[in-house]
């Protein structure tokens, strides 16, 4: 069975500080991507990073691509309270059958 | 405008009943899914289709039956349903071969 474990589960941090969300497998994934979601919606993409070590950043948001393309990190600098939400990460698996497979999640909140 | 666009955005119904949940998306993509969100936001894939044949199946129980009509509608039809079948359905698209995915704002099914 493909894992992907996501960590932590939940965060409630002050404005302005830093964090990071973890996302690890056995599984070496083609790509792997990080999504937010909000209440009563769908996620939606945020980045997708294909190359093993590959960093790519988003404003406040750096994510990076494990060298072995089995894990990957989140980092989020000075955090706001509009970044609250439910971050997912998603590995692509190739083979027969195209899989995606979803961490559980982290529930972020960043308080005022 | 709305990319992936599902009905109905509720659905609340007695066990036993059958019900259909309707996905459409414009995005001209050939892979659409299925996928169940539970009360601890784990997003688990239940079906993929792509152009029309079922690709993936991830044991599911029978009494959930996938239909698609064309490449850009994916309906979900549940007969006799339960209690554990409560959860958010998600339909989303992707195009085959990319990993990115676009879902729909999710259908809310309370089962009673």
């Known amino acids: 069975t493909q894992l992907l474990e996501q960590s932590p589960q939940f965060l409630s941090i002050q404005e302005g500080e830093n964090l990071t969300v973890y996302c690890n497998s056995s599984?070496?994934?083609?790509?792997l991507q990080w999504y937010r979601q909000e209440p009563g919606e769908g996620p939606v993409l945020l980045v997708t990073?294909?190359?093993?070590?590959e960093v790519k950043k988003l404003k406040r948001l750096t994510f990076q691509f494990g060298d072995a393309r089995k894990d990957s990190s989140l980092h989020i600098t000075a955090a706001q309270p509009g970044d609250t939400g439910l971050y997912l990460c998603?590995?692509?698996?190739?083979?027969?059958?195209?899989?995606?497979?979803f961490g559980k999640g982290t529930r972020l909140h960043i308080l005022p | 405008d709305t990319a992936v666009s599902q009905t109905p955005k509720y659905l609340v119904t007695q066990m036993g009943n059958d019900k259909s949940i309707k996905c459409e998306q414009n995005?001209?993509?050939?892979?659409m899914y299925w996928y169940k969100q539970d009360s601890k936001k784990f997003l688990k894939i239940m079906f993929s289709?792509?152009?029309?044949?079922?690709?993936i199946n991830e044991t599911v129980p029978n009494r959930f039956s996938p239909k698609s009509p064309d490449k850009a509608h994916l309906n979900l039809h549940i007969n006799s349903l339960e209690l554990g079948d409560s959860a958010v359905y998600f339909c989303?698209?992707?195009?085959?071969?990319?990993?990115?995915?676009?879902f729909g704002p999710g259908t809310r099914l309370t089962v009673l």
């Open positions: 990073v294909v190359t093993g070590g």
């Open positions: 989303a698209s992707s195009q085959r071969g990319r990993d990115t995915q676009y």
């Open positions: 599984s070496v994934f083609s790509s």
């Open positions: 289709y792509n152009n029309k044949e079922l690709i």
């Open positions: 995005l001209g993509h050939d892979t």
């Open positions: 998603a590995g692509a698996l190739r083979g027969r059958d195209d899989k995606i497979i």
